[in-house]
Nanobody
Framework: HVQLVESGGGLVQAGGSLRLSCAAS????????MGWFRRAPGKEREFVAAIAANGGSTYYADSVKGRFTISRDNAKNTVYLQMDSLKPEDTSVYYC?????????????????WGQGTQVTVSS
């Protein structure tokens, strides 16, 4: 079983930056692809970004491409989401996810483990 704990959310003005972190338990973190999803009030959950187990490949939703960067430190069992040029429409609860195989996916049902989420609010 893998536990995921997100941190780093908060309130920021439009154009600002935040870095989310997700700490994972377990000794097999390096075997898991990781992802970030988000859900805004009244909207469905949507894919944000994913990274392969070895960190060699990343994938982004079009809405965040060029503004967000996903990375990981397998020695620290941690995945990050650097969010720059934030917009009010980025306001959501952001969830860290883990997939029990090394390859990325943008499909939520392919991820076995989920964190509790961290709120990001971008004011205009």
């Amino acid at each position: 079983h893998v536990q995921l704990v997100e941190s780093g959310g908060g309130l920021v003005q439009a154009g600002g930056s935040l870095r989310l972190s997700c700490a994972a338990s377990g000794r097999t973190f390096g075997n898991y692809a990781m992802g970030w999803f988000r859900r805004a009030p009244g909207k469905e959950r949507e894919f944000v970004a994913a990274i392969a187990a070895n960190g060699g490949s990343t994938y982004y939703a079009d809405s965040v491409k060029g503004r967000f960067t996903i990375s990981r430190d397998n020695a620290k069992n941690t995945v990050y989401l650097q969010m720059d040029s934030l917009k009010p429409e980025d306001t959501s609860v952001y969830y860290c996810t883990a997939r029990t195989i090394p390859t990325m996916s943008s499909t939520a049902s392919n991820y076995a483990y989920w964190g509790q989420g961290t709120q990001v609010t971008v004011s205009s």
